[in-house]
């Protein structure tokens, strides 16, 4: 079983839909980053949470700390959504040593 | 403000050469960390410098290794290429261990 897991591993969905993306955890940690990776390579941070809600525009990120378990929503999809989202975990309390999840390629058709 | 810039973006060797990548932090941050992506295993973590110390180390041979200058400009080297090093390689910085991490556009290796 992977440290951290996501679900689904794979999502297309209509422009407009509200998006849900899961990642559980196994390894103890000070915070969970949501990454955002397009075609290409470069990745983006969309979130660093050890605690509650945020919210950035159209994305929301939740993480659970007693249950082990983070979601990544997002509202009102477009198809620049479109990308690969990647959870990650630090295996260590302040440090970068991280953890990642498989990733949820997600599909938004216009 | 300047993003994190990694060099070369891409290059091919030959089994059997070594590679150096270099990585220049935004300015100000300390923290320099370094990922392998390939398509069957995923992202995988290599090291972790602060203030020129390695600090962590992923689970990869003494091939690969690292080090960070006084200016927090981070290089990876990788001895004895073989195919399976072939990858993408991903540094990110941050203002220290815990923060936010900035990821640079990758160094596309291709090992022949």
């Known amino acids: 079983k992977n440290e951290v897991e996501q679900s689904p591993q794979n999502l297309t969905a209509q422009e407009g839909e509200f998006i849900t993306i899961n990642c559980s955890y196994s390894?103890?940690?000070?915070?969970l980053h949501w990454l955002q990776q397009h075609p290409g390579g470069g990745i983006v941070s969309l979130f660093m949470l050890s605690s509650g809600k945020k919210k950035h525009g159209r994305l929301i990120a939740t993480i659970n700390i007693q249950e082990k378990h983070s979601s990544l929503h997002i509202t009102a999809s477009h198809p620049r959504d479109s990308a690969v989202y990647i959870c990650a975990v630090p295996l260590y309390q302040g440090a970068q040593k991280l953890v990642f999840g498989q990733g949820t390629r997600l599909t938004i058709n216009p | 403000k300047a993003g994190v810039t990694q060099t070369p973006r891409y290059l091919i060797k030959t089994r059997g050469q070594q590679v150096t990548l270099s990585c220049s932090p935004i300015s100000g941050h300390r923290s320099v960390s370094w990922y392998q992506q390939t398509p069957g295993q995923g992202l995988q973590f290599l090291f972790e410098y602060f203030s020129e110390t390695q600090r962590n180390k992923g689970n990869f041979p003494g091939r690969f290794s690292g080090r960070q200058f006084s200016n927090s400009r981070s290089e990876m080297n990788v001895s004895t290429l073989e195919l399976g090093d072939s990858a993408l390689y991903l540094c990110?910085?941050?203002?220290?261990?815990?923060?936010?991490?900035?990821f640079g556009e990758g160094s596309r290796l291709t090992v022949l």
């Open positions: 990110a910085s941050s203002r220290n261990r815990a923060g936010e991490l900035f």
């Open positions: 390894v103890g940690i000070s915070a």
